[in-house]
Nanobody, 112 residues
Framework: VQLIESGGGLVQPGGSLRLSCAAS????????MSWVRQAPGKGLEWVST????????NYADSVKGRFTFSRDNAKKTMYLQMNSLKPEDTAVYYC??????WGQGTQVTVSS
């Protein structure tokens, strides 16, 4: 299993970023996937999960209405579109498979 995140960076409050996670080594289209983040000095926080085929998604209340989780099964890639970013969204963002497999993370910093 390999998960590779990209797309993080520095953005001003109110700005947008799109994170990507390229997956390989497992049946991506039949796997529920998640984004999890860790803010500086804090524990892991679940952000969102996308389910298989019908692409139902769940979001943490802290990001609901601002973040959109999507997947492209043909490309074996998932995306997290983050809009209206706030300083409290600053964290390392990880894609996750089954609570077991993790990417290396990508840093998102929201600051003016």
């Amino acid at each position: 299993v390999q998960l590779i995140e990209s797309g993080g960076g520095l953005v001003q409050p109110g700005g947008s970023l799109r994170l990507s996670c390229a997956a390989s080594g497992f049946p991506f289209s039949s796997s529920a996937m998640s984004w999890v983040r860790q803010a500086p000095g804090k524990g892991l926080e679940w952000v969102s999960t996308i389910y298989t085929y019908i692409n139902n998604t769940n979001y943490a209340d802290s990001v609901k209405g601002r973040f959109t989780f999507s997947r492209d099964n043909a490309k074996k890639t998932m995306y997290l579109q983050m809009n209206s970013l706030k300083p409290e969204d600053t964290a390392v963002y990880y894609c996750n498979l089954g609570g077991v497999h993790w990417g290396q993370g990508t840093q998102v910093t929201v600051s003016s």
